[in-house]
């Protein structure tokens, strides 16, 4: 399985961005497919999943009400939607076997999409 995420960019405060990841290879319905983000020089934390088999969703509180994850047959997306300055970071999309916070419980990575929101 590989991952590849595109779509982020620049925007104002109060915008909306619509990133995506792209999934080849084979897909398993039991897994959940993330996002994280990390800002320079912070840690690389939480944003959102999706169950691939029953479309649940879990979020961070940060971005809960104003973020939306889905997914169609190979790609998942990431609405951004009221963005703050807060929100810039590089954003990763990850799959795992289960909802964890942890970076390290998740076992393939694409490579990050910028999103740099202004004030």
């Known amino acids: 399985v590989q991952l590849q995420a595109s779509g982020g960019g620049l925007v104002q405060a109060g915008g909306s961005l619509r990133p995506s990841c792209a999934v080849s290879?084979?897909?398993?319905?039991?897994?959940?497919m993330g996002w994280f983000r990390q800002a320079p020089g912070k840690e690389r934390e939480f944003v959102g999943l999706?169950?691939?088999?029953?479309?649940g969703t879990t979020y961070a509180d940060s971005v809960k009400g104003r973020f939306t994850i889905s997914r169609d047959s190979d790609t998942m997306y990431l609405q951004m939607n009221s963005l703050k300055s807060e929100d810039t970071a590089l954003y990763y999309c990850?799959?795992?076997?289960?909802?964890?916070?942890?970076?390290?419980?998740?076992?393939?990575w694409g490579k990050g999409t910028q999103v740099t929101v202004s004030s």
């Open positions: 990850t799959r795992g076997r289960e909802f964890s916070f942890y970076p390290r419980d998740y076992d393939i």
């Open positions: 999706i169950r691939w088999g029953t479309r």
């Open positions: 290879g084979r897909r398993f319905s039991s897994y959940v």
